[in-house]
C-alpha cells in the first residue's frame, strides 16, 4: 500500500471522530472546517515519514506496521510532542492522544481504533476501493 494511500484513510478516520465530536461541541463544530483544513494541508508531512517505510516498489506493510506500532504504543510511557507548533501529539501508555487544532478538546486513539484502521484500510485494499 502506497503512503498516500494510508493517509488518505487516516485523514477519513480522523474526519469521522471530528464529526462525532461536532455534534455535542459547539466550538468543534464552528472550527471543523479549519481543523480539517490544517489537517489537510500538514498530511504530506505524514507522507513524508510514512514514505520510509516503503519498500523498493513504494508500497507500505500496513500490518507490520501497524502492529509494531501498537506493540510499542503499549510499552511505551507516555511522552509528549509539539507538532509544528499546531497542536500537540502524547504517544504512549497504549494511547495516542492528538490535540484539535484550535480548540482545547484532544482525539483519542486506542490499539482498537488502530486495528480497526488497519483492518479498515486492509479490506479497502482487498476490495480495489482505495480512492
Known amino acids: 500500500m ?13 474526519d469521522d471522530k471530528i464529526n462525532i465530536l461536532s455534534k455535542s461541541n459547539p466550538l468543534i463544530n464552528f472550527t471543523q472546517p479549519f481543523i480539517m483544513r490544517i489537517i489537510d494541508g500538514k498530511s504530506s508531512k ?12 513504494g508500497n507500505i ?11 510499542r504504543l503499549n510499552h511505551t510511557d507516555p511522552f509528549i510532542m ?33 486495528l480497526s484502521l488497519k483492518e479498515d484500510v486492509v479490506e479497502t485494499v482487498k476490495q480495489g476501493t482505495l480512492f
Open 2 to 14: 502506497k503512503a498516500h494511500n494510508i493517509v488518505d484513510k487516516l485523514k477519513h478516520f480522523m
Open 46 to 57: 505524514l507522507i513524508e515519514i510514512l514514505d520510509m517505510f516503503a519498500d523498493e516498489k
Open 61 to 71: 506493510d500496513i500490518n507490520g506496521l501497524v502492529d509494531d506500532i501498537i506493540n
Open 82 to 114: 509539539d507538532l509544528m507548533s499546531i497542536t500537540k501529539l502524547e504517544i504512549g501508555g497504549g494511547k495516542i492522544r492528538l490535540g484539535i487544532p484550535l480548540t482545547d478538546k484532544v482525539l483519542v486513539f486506542n490499539t482498537q481504533d488502530l
